[in-house]
């Protein structure tokens, strides 16, 4: 628990509130005094090193370069205003795209290192390419080095879960229309829905087929839409969202509406009809149709910040289902990468935390940019599908609000009398206060093939914000070894 | 303000808590004492014979007669399944519509008597249907008597604001699925959106042209859609909504929304392209295009309450902008009447209390079924709309469960803890506690032909509750003279 000044904790005449290892206590409570153990932590988990970095990093004259470089960088991440411009195929407008070259969620990870719902995904992507006949052709094939495999976000991309991008795939195309965006743009392919999809590791005939009309029949009618209609301002939309009870990452039930309200009339001119009603079912039978938007949304926000030397804010948090990389504005490129850690959660009738694989994807750039988890008491419906109560919700954003620079007046909370969401994750703080962002997910089967069996909370582990700092600690003392000029 | 058992004041040596008339206690102040004045008002703000009348219906015998029949009224209303099953014109579907009938919001009024929004509507309505070439001429044929008015509620209809239901006017046709709901339907015109609206007293030309555009291609394209697709749900769609930032009455966002969802795709084969396209961007640019959709839905489900013996609970809301009037489960169809109140609020742009008209329409119809105010909680966002803070929404949903006999498990609030909203307003605790129903509302122009003017909160009049106790107190007490036998 955490401990508030002037609070109450115990009555009676003796009452010992005690910190530090349990047993140094033990005379008190043999003398039948009441005694409350304060849970501490001392910051950087004791590590005296990493410790001696953090204060360097947050003491004069380091701290006011690093909290200036933070402001900066939040600023571009709020100047931002990501815009859905259009539709087309990996291979003719992601940067760098190849045709042997496929994408995956989290940071780069060879074959025999991928969790079993990545090795389903990528089966299902060469079956779909054609590629292979079978999934043992196809994992054979995998194997043989055959495909190159490299992060969606080496190349302004994200995808959610297993986060497969293949050179046929249709993308949604993004668009930074802010005063400073030019240029930028990111990438996320079109939601399946739900149960059996590639991003779980599912690869069945009904996924390749609904693939298949994504690719044939939805993403060229949304294509001819959004010629029709022009870009859609989606940091606006993702606002509304969230007075609506959306959390921008395991919610997204009044994003789709949204959406689906300003594509419709543009989309039934998009004709022909036939594709027209099929295409409106089929994004009307998924909630989560709006999160391959929200992701690529939270991306090109985060873009804008990188490479804002001396910056402590984190711009990537990703999973490939083994590891967990983040990334700093300061470094982009670089990777600080830990051990994917377990969800904990609800399951789907049938299935419990045995079947489940490690924390996945790339959709934890929504917390990174101030959604999800971050904007969670803005969605306390968000309960009965991750679990907890209306106040964990509350509770998660306000101790968001504590490892965070600022807040996002563009994605305001109702609840929290509007004021925005925590927004840009200082790798300061979580080691400082040894409080880990929060992650909303969904859980994947652990081996390839099945397919989504729950959805719940989870932590980045404590390694990758640690290396992180140790590697900004030396960049900056580097810094201003060779230049001790004027303190920022 | 209230005292809370328990709760500390003030603190110091000596301190004074009051209750009774404010100059008792000028002693207490010369003398230098803290005194806490507590804002006391006696049940049935001390009318003697009426508290008498309200003891009787509070103490045994009756009282658990009362609670009985109430509970019985509010499993009624819980059964009720409203579904949206088609729409039509009025002299065709609505029952006892005739051609020289106009139906209006609120209890009944002549014309003599009615506020300039009603007038208004009426001179759109006259205009409309072609028995008048001008305004001028509209207003003479109507003081003369040419036109007969009725309240909608006396044919199953409900209207927002003004409510005007004209002949030729289309409607939406709601029918009761549930196992009690037999051949209980009711009806309500569509929405005309924002800006010069006929329901807010304007009749430009604007105004008509809308109004022919939804009878002449909106309401039979919707006629076609509903056949197509077959009847929707509106008890699980609000339901949804209400997790989605919705509170039913002056925010319907997220309602409009999901209909609009649950309509595109058998409205795009409903065709031709050309009205579709147009009738997508109609609904789609009007956020409470679903209100006249969530008024006859409460009406609905109140109405499987009426004719329930001893109840107290209520069951119309009405106003007409002159008069406020409600009824009884146990009296269906007798009014019990007071002067309509002026809304506190929010004004657009260049208007102010001044411009203001007195509170109007059948929407409190929505307060009634536990939406609008009673599901304030659910909507922090509609603070922004109505005034206050979102502290204030959670206040005055919890302030409406203690004049309710339940809650409705199909309309639960996530920032309580997923509790149903209060339903059910108990008149008796009305006036035990003097505690009148919040009502949330838009604001007409006192004039006719204006428009809207703003938004806000505002209560029935005390009289209402008072006339409707007696009446209730009488006959209670009739009952129970005339059949003392076994207690219930």
């Given at each position: 628990m955490s401990l508030e000044p002037g609070k109450q904790l115990l009555g009676g005449p003796l009452a010992v509130v005690h910190l530090g290892l349990d047993n140094l206590i033990d005379g008190a409570r043999a003398a039948g005094a009441p005694v409350h153990v304060v849970d501490f932590v001392p910051p950087a988990r004791g590590d005296r090193a990493l410790a001696a970095c953090l204060r360097s990093l947050l003491m004069p004259p380091l701290a006011a370069a690093i909290d200036a470089a933070n402001q900066a960088a939040l600023e571009r991440i709020l100047a931002s205003q990501p815009h859905l411009v259009g539709v087309g195929v990996a291979r003719d407008v992601v940067p760098g795209m190849a045709a042997d070259l496929f994408l995956h969620a989290g940071p780069p990870?060879?074959?025999?290192?991928?969790?079993?719902?990545?090795?389903?995904?990528?089966?299902?992507?060469?079956?779909?390419?054609?590629?292979?006949?079978?999934?043992?052709?196809?994992?054979?094939?995998?194997?043989?080095?055959?495909?190159?495999?490299?992060?969606?976000?080496?190349?302004?991309?994200?995808?959610?879960?297993?986060?497969?991008?293949?050179?046929?795939?249709?993308?949604?195309?993004?668009?930074?229309?802010?005063?400073?965006?030019?240029?930028?743009?990111?990438?996320?392919?079109?939601?399946?829905?739900?149960?059996?999809?590639?991003?779980?590791?599912?690869?069945?005939?009904?996924?390749?087929?609904?693939?298949?009309?994504?690719?044939?029949?939805?993403?060229?009618?949304?294509?001819?839409?959004?010629?029709?209609?022009?870009?859609?301002?989606?940091?606006?939309?993702?606002?509304?969202?969230?007075?609506?009870?959306?959390?921008?990452?395991?919610?997204?039930?009044?994003?789709?509406?949204?959406?689906?309200?300003?594509?419709?009339?543009?989309?039934?001119?998009?004709?022909?009809?036939?594709?027209?009603?099929?295409?409106?079912?089929?994004?009307?039978?998924?909630?989560?149709?709006?999160?391959?938007?929200?992701?690529?949304?939270?991306?090109?926000?985060?873009?804008?910040?990188?490479?804002?030397p001396r910056s402590s804010l984190v711009t990537v948090m990703a999973r490939n289902g083994t590891d967990f990389g983040i990334q700093l504005a300061s470094t982009p490129g670089r990777w600080f990468v830990g051990p994917a850690q377990p969800v904990k959660g609800l399951y789907f009738p049938g299935f419990t935390e045995r079947d489940a694989g490690l924390d996945l994807g790339d959709s934890a750039i929504t917390e990174t940019a101030g959604l999800g988890a971050c904007a969670m008491a803005a969605a306390p419906a968000i309960v009965q599908f991750v679990g907890g109560s209306a106040e964990d919700a509350l509770a998660t954003t306000r101790e968001m609000g504590r490892i965070t620079v600022g807040r996002n007046p563009a994605f305001a909370v109702p609840a929290l009398g509007f004021a925005g969401t925590p927004t840009g994750i200082d790798v300061r703080r979580v080691l400082e206060l040894n409080l880990l962002p929060v992650i909303n997910t969904g859980i994947a089967h652990r081996e390839p093939g099945v397919g989504q069996v729950g959805a719940g909370l989870t932590h980045p582990p404590w390694e990758c914000f640690a290396a992180a700092l140790r590697a900004l600690g030396e960049s900056c003392n580097d810094m201003a070894r060779s230049n001790p000029g004027p303190r920022l």
């Open positions: 990870i060879t074959w025999d290192r991928m969790a079993g719902p990545l090795r389903g995904a990528v089966v299902g992507g060469l079956l779909l390419e054609g590629r292979a006949g079978t999934p043992a052709e196809a994992e054979g094939l995998a194997a043989s080095g055959a495909v190159r495999f490299e992060p969606c976000h080496h190349h302004a991309a994200v995808g959610p879960m297993a986060g497969l991008i293949t050179p046929s795939m249709p993308v949604w195309i993004l668009e930074d229309r802010g005063p400073d965006g030019v240029g930028r743009r990111t990438f996320c392919t079109l939601n399946e829905g739900l149960g059996n999809v590639l991003r779980y590791g599912a690869y069945g005939d009904e996924v390749l087929t609904r693939l298949r009309f994504i690719a044939d029949t939805l993403a060229p009618l949304l294509a001819r839409t959004l010629e029709r209609r022009g870009p859609i301002d989606l940091k606006s939309l993702v606002g509304q969202a969230l007075q609506m009870g959306d959390e921008g990452h395991n919610r997204n039930r009044a994003a789709t509406s949204l959406l689906f309200r300003e594509l419709a009339p543009a989309l039934v001119s998009a004709g022909p009809g036939v594709d027209v009603v099929r295409a409106l079912d089929f994004i009307h039978r998924n909630d989560h149709f709006f999160l391959n938007l929200s992701m690529p949304m939270a991306k090109c926000m985060l873009l804008a910040a990188e490479g804002q």
